[in-house]
């Protein structure tokens, strides 16, 4: 790892993620941004118990685990529901304060836009640190997305997610979006410092594509309509007679899968998988013919570069981040959101054309060494929280 000078800034990240990080350090973005930066992420993980911890990251990992020039603070499995809320508020805000008090934070970083980004608003006055919300979605279509009929329940969390977004924007210093429209729809947001790039995928990790005869259509995602598995299934079932050797796997987990349509789920050519660890994930990527992404709502979909990097073509719904990281024509197909006619017309052409496929996927792959890669993550990171601090667009 690079000497790092005192004079990095120190920050504090707010994580929204139960996900814990993983244990390779090449893998891991605070291991990699502290060539740049230096401080303290705050993060509730789904472990419940403390030697769950040390057996994944080692002897001593727990409460405090440090990677680089960071150290993760974890919260145990934080219940669901009012509960769990306020844990995760009392245990961010004690360390929080605490840490500022030891060394003084520079800078404040935010997932989301709901409960890290009110915890950072509050954080940033008691501590005059600057702010920066990551949104990680397209807000505008969040909870719209999530069933083919809008709940009164729906609508509401919408509104509240809107509500939510105006605060951590107006409040925040910069605003990390993943495609240049993320707030084209909301007006009195559009003027926000804003700096736009991808979310982090370490793809030097990823295996190229294993080359192989049998055609497989990938999907991975969840839940099953936001990520539009029906829209997927549909187009499949129309073209299987053309393609009777291609297969259909879809990995995500799906609840809804006992009350949605069955008349593809005795098909040889479909397969639900079970939800896998990473590793096991890009293994499954590096075997597919094409990925598909065929969202309602997307904020960018690593899934989509984690596939590039493997050299696989993707095809994606034109929404939220996706159309600015598919070059259509180029690297993958896009397609009209809620569009499955659509979507069957780009498989065909795919799967129909070797050369083609092969074509797209080395196009992703360079794609994703220029433009997408760690290294620029980490100058497109540091440089915004360096534009925060120092008060710059």
């Not at 990251?57 to 020039?69: D, I, N």
């Not at 306020?86 to 970083?109: E, G, M």
């Not at 220029?370 to 667009?393: C, L």
Request: aromatic residues 8%; proline residues 7%; charged residues 20%.
């Amino acid at each position: 790892m690079p000497n790092v000078s005192a004079e990095n800034p120190r920050i504090l990240y707010i994580h929204g993620t139960r996900v814990p990080p993983p244990t390779d350090c090449r893998q891991d973005r605070f291991y990699l941004l502290s060539s740049e930066l230096q401080g303290h992420v705050i993060q509730p993980i789904w472990f419940t118990e403390p030697s769950q911890v040390e057996e994944r990251f080692g002897s001593g990992s727990f409460p405090e685990y440090h990677t680089g020039r960071f150290t993760y603070h974890w919260l145990l499995n934080p219940a669901k529901g009012a509960s769990g809320w306020w844990r995760r508020i009392r245990f961010t805000f004690s360390t929080a304060l605490s840490l500022n008090r030891k060394q003084p934070i520079d800078c404040i970083v935010v997932y989301s836009h709901f409960l890290p980004a009110l915890c950072g608003i509050v954080i940033k006055w008691l501590t005059g640190a600057r702010l920066i919300t990551e949104i990680a979605t397209s807000p505008d279509l969040l909870h719209l997305t999530n069933r083919p009929n809008p709940s009164l329940k729906d609508k509401l969390r919408h509104h509240f997610s809107n509500l939510c977004l105006h605060l951590a924007v107006l409040f925040s210093d910069q605003t990390h979006v993943l495609a240049p429209d993320t707030l084209i729809s909301y007006k009195k947001l559009r003027t926000a410092p804003q700096s736009v790039f991808h979310d982090f995928v370490p793809t030097l990790s990823v295996p190229r594509q294993e080359k192989k005869k049998d055609l497989t259509i990938l999907l991975v995602g969840a839940p099953w309509y936001l990520k539009g598995v029906d829209l997927l299934i549909s187009a499949f079932l129309n073209m299987q007679a053309d393609y009777p050797s291609a297969k259909l796997q879809l990995l995500g987990h799906y609840p809804e899968l006992e009350t949605v349509n069955e008349s593809f789920r005795s098909n040889p050519g479909i397969e639900v998988l079970k939800s896998r660890s990473h590793p096991e994930t890009l293994e499954l990527i590096s075997r597919a013919s094409v990925l598909v992404l065929p969202s309602r709502c997307e904020g960018m979909g690593r899934v989509l570069l984690e596939a590039m990097a493997a050299g696989i073509p993707v095809v994606g719904s034109r929404v939220g981040g996706i159309p600015h990281i598919i070059r259509d024509g180029e690297t993958g197909f896009l397609f009209p959101a809620n569009d499955s006619a659509a979507l069957e017309d780009r498989l065909r052409r795919l799967l129909g054309d070797e050369a083609l496929r092969a074509k797209m996927g080395e196009a992703g792959y360079r794609l994703v060494c220029e433009e997408f890669s760690e290294e620029r993550y980490v100058s497109q990171f540091s440089g915004m929280v360096r534009a925060a601090i120092e008060g710059t667009r």
